[in-house]
Each structure stands twice: as C-alpha cells, then as structure tokens.
C-alpha cells in the first residue's frame, strides 16, 4: 500500500496534526461507530485544551471518557452527556464547558460546515435557551433561529472499510456522525476495521469520497462495546421488542 | 384505577396509522412497538440512522454495530435502511415522520413540552427531541398526570425549560387522554381511565381544556 494517506498506526496518523487547544471532531452515537485506535492515540499523545464536537462524551474511562478522565477536553459541544459521572463530576466543578446542540441541529450544522454554508435557520429550538442570544427571524409566522456551520481542525472517523484513497464504507448504525463530520474538519483521520487496497470496493457504494479522507490507517483490537445489551427469549415471539 | 404503563403503551398506538413512519422515544413509548397491530405496516425510525428497527436481538446475537437511539442492541428487517445523523434528521425535520411519541416532564394548556432540564439538577441533554417536536407532523405525549411528589404536570404553563412551543397534539397520561383537532385549539378532555372521575381529574390539572 503505497498511498500517502495511509500510515501505520494511530499515533503516526496524528503526528503533527494534533495541537493543544484545538477544535476536533470525533463520530460515534454513544460508543457505536467511535474511532477506538484514534482516541487511545490522542490519550497517549498528552494533548489538552480540547473542544470536542461529538454527539456524546463516552463513559467512564471508555471512548471519550478516557480524555476526560485525563482532563485533557476543556468544552464539549454535544446533544447527550448522560451515563458519564467523571463528566457530570467536572462539569459541576467547573472544569469543563459543554454547549448543548439538539442532535439534529448539530449534524446539520457540521454538515453545513463541511458545505460551505455560513449558517442556516431553523424552527428547531424556537422559544428555548437553545435560542437565546442567536439571531432569529419570523417567516410567514414561523419563528426560525440561526445555527452556523461547524468546523474543525481535525475530525477522527470510523468505518468499516476503507481504501487506500481514503473512500470509506460504514457499517449499520455505527455510521451516525462519522460521514457528516469527514467532510467538516481540515484534516481528517479515518481508522478502518478493514483497510483494502483500490478496485476492491464498488464505488456505487462508497459513503465517504476519499477526498474527504487525508490520512486513513488500520484499526487493531477493537473492543466495541455495546451500552445497554437487551435481548429477547428465543420462546417470545418475533413481534416481542421489549421484555 | 389509573393506566399501567403497558395500558398507556397500548393507547398510544391507537394513533398508528398504515403506512406510518413513526419515531418513538425512551421509556414508554419504546413500548408501543410491541402493540403494533398485526397487519399493519409501520416504520419504526431510529434518530441514529435507520429506519426499520426491528425486536431486540436473540441472546448471542448482538451487533455492537446496531442499536436503536437508546442505546440498545436490535435487529434489522428485510427492509431496514441505515443512514448518516443528518440525513436522519433531514428526515425528522423535514416532516417526512408521520407520528413521533414521547415522554415528558410537564406539557403547558398551549400544547409547549418541557422533557429535558431541571434547573439546578445535572443537564445531560436534549439529545433528538427539540428536533422531533419541532419536525415531526403529529407529536403524543405519553407521562403521568402527576410527578412522584403528586404535583400536576399538565399546566397552565410549563415551568421548566421548554423542548419546543405549542407542538403537542395529543396527551395521554395515565388518568385521562387529551386531544385537539389542530394547535390552535384548546384541549379537550376525550377519555378517563376506569374508577377515575372527571372531579379527580379536574382538581389535579391546572391546565385549561374542554370536557
């Protein structure tokens, strides 16, 4: 694989591209689809002062939660902080910052960021907190509140395959914010479950355009966790959703 | 007696229609997919990214790649699609879900919801719901009529940090359901559970509705 987008591993793939105080994107909807070898290597790096735009801020000691737990993340921009007591335990000392972003907002906005478009007004938030101090505007008697496009210095995706261009292919619901916040940072860094070389994915296929991909390495050792585990009995019927 | 939780799931999907694309969130309402009447074709939207969730796995076959938007593992249909978090919501905003059901902590006589801060408690997040009400066509609520501590939670306005202004079509709890024909109107006082009176349910709602 001769490609100048793949490097060996994590830690090679953030090299000179993680700073202290930067803004930095990172997919995965809990710790569904979130760039395991990516965040260990940003742990290990020792970086600080991070913003971090990311649905949710892990759990303890997983995920995000390990940057948390390393006081390495000064804000987080996210729509869910639940299931998280080393977040609830800072912010509460005041030593992180979170700004909400309903979750639909924030996706849009990171894909508007990722666009080139400045911003765009939505109904979504009218007549809450989320809309204080934004400018808001009334149109045929619907109040619409302005959310600017989000961007960031670097974002960390996962997928399930990628190409040695950088094309990327998600896998079920692990998908969520990864190809959203590919498109929305300066550099992005993939880590894939299976790095392949070109021709071998069918480009009717690919989610991710490797355009959108600057550095992609091979993931190793994925735990995949899984939050909450509900099953049903194999006696309940196929209709049973929940016990 | 009031409505069990299973009661109030099953009243809630009373309002599935055929062919519905439909959002449900955490708690009860997650339960109403289980009184889907047989024959008719609903889907069920996920705000991670997908669209036909299935029933939950069998045990040993869990996919950490598949969970719904309460974090818990399920399965795909035959018919299932997956899909980024902004074309989720491009779904959800744009109207395209038919019905969106919810849990909420207090629902104002002007159809407002409030169901995710307590000042002075910790803020985990709005998460998906200030999307929902805001996009989707039809929003239920399902709550008790009354908190933990018996106080009212369908009032004359709410008091909590609101979700989203007039956006509740339909209120079930588990004394009584509300309903109005459109968010112009007031509600009104449609069914009562079995042994609740009317006077029980007038002198625990501050809310204005008709009888």
């Not at chain 1, 953030?14 to 105080?21: E, F, H, N, P, T």
Request: proline letters at 4%.
């Amino acid at each position: 694989m001769t490609s100048k987008k793949v490097y060996a591993d994590a830690a090679s793939a953030l090299k000179g591209v993680v700073k202290d105080g930067m803004t930095l994107m990172c997919g995965g909807f809990g710790v569904c689809g979130i760039p395991e070898n990516l965040i260990a290597a940003l742990h290990d790096s020792g970086v600080r002062n991070l913003t971090v735009v990311s649905n949710n801020a892990g759990l303890d000691g997983v995920g995000l939660g390990l940057l948390l737990q390393a006081r390495q993340i000064r804000k987080m921009i996210s729509s869910y902080v639940g299931e998280n007591k080393e977040f609830e335990r800072q912010y509460l000392a005041g030593e992180v910052e979170i700004e909400f972003n309903p979750q639909g907002t924030m996706a849009e906005r990171i894909r508007a960021g990722g666009a080139g478009i400045y911003g765009f007004f939505t109904k979504v938030g009218a007549g809450t907190q989320v809309a204080e101090g934004k400018e808001t505007r009334t149109v045929d008697g619907e109040t619409y509140v302005l959310e600017k496009g989000l961007v960031a210095d670097v974002a960390l995706v996962k997928a399930w395959k990628g190409d040695t261009e950088g094309n990327l292919i998600y896998r079920k619901t692990a998908r969520n914010f990864n190809p959203n916040m590919a498109t929305a940072a300066q550099v992005t860094v993939a880590e894939v479950e299976e790095l392949v070389e070109p021709g071998v994915l069918d480009g009717d296929s690919i989610h991710t355009p490797g355009i959108f991909v600057q550095r992609i390495i091979q993931g190793a050792n994925y735990t995949k966790m899984i939050e909450k585990r509900t099953v049903r009995k194999r006696m309940e019927g196929s209709r049973a959703v929940v016990a | 007696m009031p409505w069990s939780r299973e009661d109030l799931a099953a009243r809630a999907a009373k309002e599935l229609k055929d062919g519905f694309y439909v959002n449900l969130g955490i708690g009860i309402p997650t339960l109403v997919a289980n009184y889907i009447p047989p024959g008719m074709h609903v889907v069920l939207q996920s705000e991670n990214g997908m669209l036909g969730t299935g029933p939950f796995p069998f045990e040993g076959e869990e996919d950490p790649d598949l969970i719904n938007a309460g974090k818990q593992t399920v399965t795909a249909l035959p018919t299932t699609s997956y899909f980024s978090s902004a074309d989720s919501f491009a779904m959800i905003r744009g109207g395209h879900i038919n019905l969106a059901i919810l849990g909420a902590m207090e629902v104002a006589e002007n159809g407002d919801l409030a169901n995710w801060m307590i000042p002075g408690k910790m803020v985990k997040g709005m998460g998906g719901a200030m999307d929902l009400v805001a996009g989707v066509k039809r929003v239920v609520v399902v709550m008790d009529h009354t908190s933990k501590e018996g106080d009212p939670k369908f009032k004359k306005a709410c008091e909590l940090p609101l979700t989203g202004t007039n956006v509740v079509d339909l209120l079930i709890t588990d004394l009584a359901v509300f309903s109005r024909p459109t968010r112009r109107d007031l509600f009104k006082l449609i069914e009562v559970a079995p042994g609740v009176t009317r006077n029980e349910i007038r002198s625990k709602t501050p809310a204005k509705y008709l009888e």
